[in-house]
């Protein structure tokens, strides 16, 4: 319990101290999590077991992160500086809660699992009925976490490029 909690926290006070707020959009700010993603994919996945009730489950934590990924991407604009022309992104309450509310269920289904023997028999039950094994939990939340993460860098770039500013469609010369 306390790896997780410990875990989710750093998570949390990670997202939240690089975005919260208005933040400059520069591209150091993007590449580390265009590299680092794929890493922690290898490095956290290469292990995971690979039955096809465990694949279901990853599919499933992919698309709920996907859902995330997307509220969290909802929740956050762009703004560009009409004096610079330089981009930010604006995240605020709704963002922190998008994050609060992923890393907060992780937390509460880890107590559950540790702690309530109700839920842990009855999660025990449904893992056996369905053979998903036990060493299938953690690449799930790993699943999670990268496919949040992906889906809101790589909107958010799309938004970017999108917001660039327009030359002019022609130039007048004297």
Known sequence: ????????????????????????FTWHKWVPLLVAIPAI???????????????????????LGAGFGLAATATTALD?????GRLFTCCGPAFAATWVIVLGS?????????DDPG???AAGSFMAAHAITTSAIAPTFVLLA??????????I???ARQSRPRAAAFAVTP
Not at 1 to 24: K, P
Not at 80 to 84: K, S, V
Not at 106 to 114: E, F, P, T, Y
């Open 106 to 114: 992780r937390v509460a289904l880890v107590w559950a699992l540790q």
């Open 1 to 24: 319990m306390r790896q997780a909690l410990l875990t989710s926290a750093a998570i949390l006070g990670y997202v939240l101290f690089t975005n919260y707020g208005r933040r400059r």
């Open 157 to 159: 770039l799309f938004r």
């Open 80 to 84: 560009r500086d009409r004096a610079t």
């Open 146 to 155: 990268i496919a949040m993460f992906a889906v809101r860098t790589v909107a």
């Open 41 to 63: 994919a290898v490095v956290y996945l290469r292990t995971a077991p690979a039955t096809g009730a465990d694949l279901l489950i990853y599919a499933a934590a992919a698309v």
């Open 119 to 121: 839920f842990r028999r």
